[in-house]
């Protein structure tokens, strides 16, 4: 662990000019122009602070104020969706991040879902304890989001309608269909249900795999949405998919062209074929 260690006012002025003109994180082009000195000139102060232990390094060229209540750098992100906006934008915070959110769930997940148009190396991190998991997805896939303010950082988050369509295009992203089953039971419950956005995103992501999914927890649990039902119906795409590719599947529903494991044909209470 780094321990704080003083430092002199010069350094002191220079932390809090810095701290005034950003946002949560520092890069070293952002301290270098507050500064007015050359990048080099910023990282090796930058680095010298984070011995010292005034600032901590998230990642390559970006570093976080640690706290003045604090005694040493190993401390956790203040706000991790911040961080995530820095330094992976242009992201959203989406699947049960969101859903966590949105009170879509009760669960409590400890790692922060981001999706991303970026296409890191490592698509699970860890940043000063904080876990993050990295989901890429092409920039035309922008949409279905809305501002959150965390302090003076505005961070985009999935609406509940682009939520459930993400964990549905990959339930992973849900922690798995079982909890994403009841994350869209919570939302048909909810007085904010939009059934025909929720088909427009779904149609505007482009993965057939949803209606299939959508389609058939419809059918299952609200099959008087028959509207809804027929939508799914007439964007089903051709092959099969299964239910969740994490789980075993042993049963084809062909009139969704969807493998589930037979499990779930008992669990909703009729023969499924």
């Not at 006012?9 to 070293?28: P, Q």
């Not at 007085?191 to 929720?198: C, I, K, S, T």
């Not at 209606?211 to 939508?231: A, H, I, N, V, Y």
């Not at 099969?240 to 209470?269: C, I, Y």
């Amino acid at each position: 662990m780094n321990s704080l260690s003083g430092i002199g006012k010069t350094d002191r002025e220079r932390i809090a000019a810095i701290l005034r003109g950003t946002k949560g994180t520092v890069s070293v082009g952002e301290a270098a122009d507050i500064l007015e000195v050359s990048s080099s000139d910023a990282a090796k102060m930058l680095a010298r602070w984070t011995k010292s232990g005034w600032m901590a390094r998230v990642r390559r060229g970006y570093y976080v104020p640690v706290s003045l209540e604090s005694r040493t750098t190993d401390v956790v992100l203040e706000d991790s969706w911040i961080v995530a906006e820095r330094l992976f934008s242009p992201c959203y915070i989406g699947g049960w991040s969101a859903a966590e959110y949105l009170d879509l769930t009760e669960q409590i997940f400890n790692t922060v879902v981001v999706m991303t148009v970026h296409k890191p190396r490592n698509r699970q991190i860890i940043i000063k304890g904080t876990s993050f998991l990295l989901k890429t997805i092409p920039e035309k896939a922008l949409f279905g989001q809305k501002p959150v303010w965390r302090g003076q950082v505005k961070v985009s988050v999935s609406d509940s309608e682009r939520t459930l369509v993400d964990m549905l295009s990959d339930p992973s992203l849900g922690g798995g269909i079982r909890s994403v089953k009841d994350m869209l039971t919570t939302y048909l419950a909810s007085e904010r249900v939009d059934l025909n956005l929720l088909i427009n995103y779904a149609r505007q992501l482009g993965n057939g795999a949803v209606f299939k999914r959508l389609g058939f927890l419809m059918e299952t649990m609200r099959p008087e949405e028959k509207s809804t039902l027929d939508q799914c119906r007439n964007n089903l795409t051709a092959g099969n998919a299964k239910l969740d590719p994490a789980l075993k599947v042993d049963k084809l529903v062909t009139r969704w062209r969807l493998w589930v494991p037979e499990s779930w044909t008992g669990e909703m209470g009729r023969d499924i074929d």
